[in-house]
């Protein structure tokens, strides 16, 4: 049974989804491990596709059940998390997992793989480009958009913390940076 991991982290609007999303097209052995969240779905998302969307209540029982590996309040009153259950389905299919978490989730479950899990964090060139991204996303509200600026100072403080740091300027460069590394941590 495969228990590798592969975890991005970084702050919001950095461009891990876009970084995963040409990464799945490229590696077959991979499945993205769907975390469950109490915000609302954004337009176009899907329940148990980019996220199980969880009511606050529902979300509070499961952790009450311990059914979750970790799980974070990122924003206030919006928890996220990652589901005991996501690992056992993808481990059972032979995969390696994929886990797009914040910078707290992410060494949390680098703690808990160890060795099996190659953590990387997603660097913005700058705070300023950083803001200009989630902006031009245009999926969240100014409130929203302050939230996550409020978080990002932080966390950028923290990727001295993981395996690999890769800075995400031009995207096809930042992709097969991170492509190479991943290659060989497989490899390994
Ligand atoms: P995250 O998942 O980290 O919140 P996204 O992948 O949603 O971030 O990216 C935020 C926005 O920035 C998206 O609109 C995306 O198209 C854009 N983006 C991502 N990477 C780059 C890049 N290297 N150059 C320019 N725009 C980018
Ligand atoms: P978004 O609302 O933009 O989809 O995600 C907000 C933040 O929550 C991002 O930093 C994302 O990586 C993080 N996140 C998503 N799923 C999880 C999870 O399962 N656990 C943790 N700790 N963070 C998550």
Redesign the pocket.
């Known amino acids: 049974m495969n228990r590798k991991a592969i975890l991005?982290?970084?702050?919001?609007?950095s461009g891990?989804?876009t970084i995963i999303r040409k990464l799945m097209q490229y590696f077959d052995c991979f499945e993205f491990?769907i975390?469950?969240?109490s915000?609302q779905p954004?337009e176009g998302?899907r329940d148990g596709v980019?996220?199980y969307f969880l009511t606050p209540e529902t979300f509070e029982a499961r952790v009450q059940n311990d059914d979750?590996l970790?799980?974070?309040e990122?924003?206030a009153n919006?928890r996220?998390?990652?589901?005991k259950s996501e690992i056992d389905r993808i481990c059972g299919n032979d995969k390696v997992m994929v886990?797009?978490?914040?910078?707290?989730?992410?060494l949390?479950?680098k703690r808990y793989f160890g060795d099996d899990a190659l953590a990387i964090f997603v660097m913005p060139p700058s705070i300023e480009v950083l803001e200009q991204r989630l902006r031009g996303r245009g999926?969240?509200s100014e409130e929203?958009i302050q939230k996550?600026l409020g978080?990002s100072a932080k966390?950028l403080g923290e990727a001295h913390k993981f395996d690999a740091t890769i800075i995400n300027d031009d995207l096809c460069r930042a992709v097969e940076e991170t492509r190479k590394k991943i290659e060989e941590f497989l490899a390994r």
Do not use: Q
């Open positions: 991005f982290s970084a702050p919001s609007g891990k989804t491990s975390s469950a969240t915000r954004r998302e980019d996220y979750f970790e799980w974070e990122v924003y919006t996220y998390g990652t589901l886990f797009d978490v914040d910078v707290n989730g992410g949390n479950i999926t969240e929203s996550r978080r966390e």
